[in-house]
């Protein structure tokens, strides 16, 4: 046979095996990772993901009174791509903003973890803080000093996991943290779209168990339930995954 055959039949070839792979990955769903005020990413490095094409959604500085659906909207515009099938799965603030655009985007399925789908579901001091706004005088720098000493009272961790946990914490931008919590605490959504999954430690007290009504209660598990019990997420995630 000619070298030019050879040639020809090797680059059919690859095509070939090109065309398979891209039909392959288009047939995953896309899943969006939302992480909460304190994480980024590395919040889900515990997971197998392996079934998905994932996505990290990288929280933005929030804008001066920018309300919690203005900056799901933002997030939406610039990192989300509503062409083609997708999920949300969201963590703490990510799940919120999750749940803000579960009923804008219309996405597959949305997943919230450690989160809140209204306002009713926050703990009593952000209710309270709206009337007394001390958040607005105290710093991004300041909340992280505080947030360090008071998350193993409230929010008792492995090692490794509140080594993590720092890591992430001190890795994000003061005005970044000032305005996330502004955003939670100004938050006043009333009604759960339809459809939500919301799963729930009961030892949460970051946002506690007891504010909340989960799809999915998860016994002995705490806020960094995406990393401690992955094995959790993971049987949830199977059911959209099918």
Request: proline share 6%; net charge negative.
């Amino acid at each position: 046979m000619s070298k030019s055959f050879h040639s020809t039949a090797l680059i059919i070839c690859v095509l070939a095996k090109a065309t398979f792979c891209l039909g392959q990955d288009s047939a995953q769903m896309r899943l969006y990772l939302l992480p909460g005020t304190g994480a980024d990413e590395r919040l889900f490095h515990a997971l197998d993901l392996s079934t998905f094409d994932t996505v990290n959604v990288v929280l933005p500085v929030p804008l001066k009174k920018e309300s919690m659906h203005e900056y799901a909207l933002r997030i939406a515009r610039d990192q989300i791509d509503t062409t083609r099938p997708f999920a949300l799965l969201g963590v703490s603030l990510g799940g919120m903003v999750a749940t803000e655009l579960a009923d804008e985007l219309n996405p597959e399925a949305v997943i919230i973890i450690a989160s809140a789908k209204t306002g009713n579901e926050m703990p009593s001091s952000y209710h309270f803080a709206r009337y007394l706004p001390i958040h607005h005088i105290v710093g991004g720098k300041t909340m992280r000093w505080f947030t360090k000493q008071l998350q193993p009272k409230f929010e008792p961790m492995e090692v490794d996991q509140r080594e993590l946990f720092l890591d992430m914490l001190y890795g994000k931008d003061p005005a970044f943290l000032k305005g996330a919590v502004r955003l939670m605490v100004d938050w006043n959504r009333s009604d759960i779209p339809e459809g939500i999954i919301h799963v729930h430690g009961e030892y949460d007290h970051t946002l506690p168990y007891k504010h909340t009504q989960p799809t999915h209660s998860v016994v002995d598990a705490g806020h960094m339930l995406t990393y401690s019990m992955p094995e959790v997420v993971e049987r949830v995630l199977a059911e959209i995954s099918l």
